[in-house]
T-cell receptor, first 116, second 115 residues
Framework: AQKITQTQPGMFVQEKEAVTLDCTYD???????LFWYKQPSSGEMIFLIY??????QNATEGRYSLNFQKARKSANLVISASQLGDSAMYFC?????????????FGQGTILTVHP | GAGVSQSPSNKVTEKGKDVELRCDPI?????LYWYRQRLGQGLEFLIY????????KSGLPSDRFSAERTGESVSTLTIQRTQQEDSAVYLC?????????????FGPGTRLTVL
């Protein structure tokens, strides 16, 4: 079975500072993918970044980067230069292999609040 | 409008009634997924369709839940004899295939309230 754990129910950050959102995962599949999604108060799910289990380098997308530590089974999201519009719920998710292929397993989410 | 669309956006029903939720995926996307999100929670996988393959129904919580998909287009999620614990936002997503990364694009969801 796959499991995603996000231990931070809420995080606060000052505008223009960097923030790290934690995510650990558990799977027995050798091949898997890790995703981060943003969900603003409007409810839409916005894809941010993806990391494959065999990718050698940490993924980056603009101000988002994924700190992938495979041995520790962690995939933390780093947001640099926070903006007020970054205030939202953030979900870490995993797609495994085998019979789990295709579907995403989500964590409980972290609410990020950016202060001016 | 090239995104995933869902209807209705809101549905209020009485306990015991049946409801149908509709999802129109992005044109050309062969994979379609249904998730449920209870208030303040993460998303729970319900079911996914990939082309003409048998759907993966492993996330459906009970036999009151079912879903159909016509070819590679519209999907309908049906909940029979609704219960109050079925109240949630039901999200649909689609992707090009269910391959390596293939980002899932989400619709705006249907908020279901069972009184």
């Amino acid at each position: 079975a796959q499991k995603i754990t996000q231990t931070q129910p809420g995080m606060f950050v000052q505008e223009k500072e960097a923030v790290t959102l934690d995510c650990t995962y558990d799977t027995s599949d050798p091949s898997y993918g890790l995703f981060w999604y943003k969900q603003p108060s409007s409810g839409e799910m916005i894809f941010l970044i993806y990391q494959g289990s065999y990718d050698q380098q940490n993924a980056t997308e603009g101000r988002y980067s994924l700190n992938f530590q495979k041995a520790r089974k962690s995939a933390n999201l780093v947001i640099s230069a926070s903006q007020l519009g970054d205030s939202a719920m953030y979900f870490c998710a995993m797609r495994g292999g085998g019979t789990s292929y295709g579907k995403l397993t989500f964590g409980q989410g972290t609410i990020l609040t950016v202060h001016p | 409008g090239a995104g995933v669309s869902q209807s209705p956006s809101n549905k209020v029903t009485e306990k015991g009634k049946d409801v149908e939720l509709r999802c129109d995926p992005i044109s050309g996307h062969t994979a379609l997924y249904w998730y449920r999100q209870r208030l303040g929670q993460g998303l729970e996988f319900l079911i996914y369709f990939q082309g003409n393959s048998a759907p993966d129904k492993s996330g459906l919580p009970s036999d009151r839940f079912s879903a159909e998909r016509t070819g590679e287009s519209v999907s309908t999620l049906t909940i029979q004899r609704t219960q109050q614990e079925d109240s949630a936002v039901y999200l649909c997503a689609s992707s090009l295939t269910s391959g390596r990364m293939n980002e899932q694009f989400f619709g705006p969801g249907t908020r279901l309230t069972v009184l």
